[in-house]
């Protein structure tokens, strides 16, 4: 699989993701997100803004579903989303919901393995259910807060390889990673790289002569499209 450049849309303002989104296009991003304080803040209207701007974008729906899965498949699907996120950590009854509304309404189902005590595990676990995608997972919380006691900081790095060779779906890596380490996820054999909006170029190797976002980003797309996603 080619890689492919999503960007989250990590923001509460819908103005605000638009004007985001367009530019990110501009630059080369491949699929939009709308992220969950997004989808909290707007809910289903930030979907369908999106889908009336962009009509022919991927667009993920990290809604992070846990209960009632057919239903908010449902609605996200008929919002204008073509991908929607379920937890590992829902009910096997959720994430089989999930599959099916994916199935009835044509939408792709990414897995999310986020606090999975066994991460591996619960990717093939998502896999296994029917999920499409698997989205490898450290929380922004869990992240933070072992930092804040003097621990190291988990990485999706740590063991991405490990849930790369347990699947046959493709992999995303997400939380915390540098743009250096977003870059690279395809050598690892994750070929779909989240970015994150706000987004801060805070890499020497990503600034350009001009110094504005757009042409920074333009810049990291180009990288990661010319990049080959490794195979084990």
């Known amino acids: 699989m080619k890689p492919i450049v999503q960007i989250s849309l990590d923001l509460t303002n819908?103005?605000?993701?638009?004007?985001?989104?367009?530019?990110?296009?501009?630059?080369?991003?491949?699929?939009?997100?709308?992220?969950?304080?997004?989808i909290l803040a707007e809910g289903l209207h930030?979907?369908?803004?999106l889908r009336s701007r962009f009509p022919n974008v991927p667009i993920v729906a990290d809604l992070k579903t846990m209960d009632g899965g057919y239903l908010e498949a449902e609605m996200m699907a008929k919002a204008g989303a073509t991908h929607v996120v379920v937890m590992a950590r829902a009910h096997e009854e959720t994430v089989?919901?999930?599959?099916?509304?994916?199935?009835?309404?044509?939408?792709?189902v990414m897995g999310d393995n986020m606090i999975c005590p066994d991460m591996v595990a619960g990717a093939k676990w998502l896999e296994d259910l029917g999920?499409?995608?698997?989205?490898?997972?450290?929380?922004?919380?869990?992240?933070?807060?072992?930092?804040?006691?003097g621990h190291r900081m988990p990485s999706p790095l740590d063991q991405l390889r490990e849930?790369?060779?347990?699947?046959?779906?493709?992999?995303?890596?997400?939380?915390g990673l540098s743009l250096e380490q977003a870059v690279a996820c395809p050598s690892y054999g994750a070929p779909l790289v989240?970015?994150?909006?706000?987004?801060?170029?805070?890499?020497?190797?990503?600034?350009?002569?001009?110094?504005?976002?757009?042409?920074?980003?333009?810049l990291i797309c180009e990288k990661i499209h010319a990049s080959e996603t490794r195979v084990f």
């Open 163 to 175: 849930v790369v060779q347990a699947v046959k779906i493709p992999v995303q890596a997400v939380g």
């Open 96 to 108: 089989r919901c999930v599959v099916k509304a994916g199935k009835d309404f044509g939408v792709k």
């Open 131 to 149: 999920c499409d995608y698997v989205i490898h997972h450290i929380g922004y919380d869990e992240r933070r807060g072992i930092a804040a006691r």
């Open 194 to 218: 989240v970015l994150g909006a706000p987004l801060t170029i805070d890499a020497d190797s990503f600034k350009t002569a001009s110094g504005d976002l757009e042409s920074s980003l333009r």
């Open 14 to 38: 819908i103005d605000e993701a638009l004007e985001t989104a367009e530019m990110a296009m501009r630059a080369g991003v491949d699929w939009l997100e709308a992220g969950t304080p997004l």
């Open 46 to 49: 930030g979907i369908r803004a």
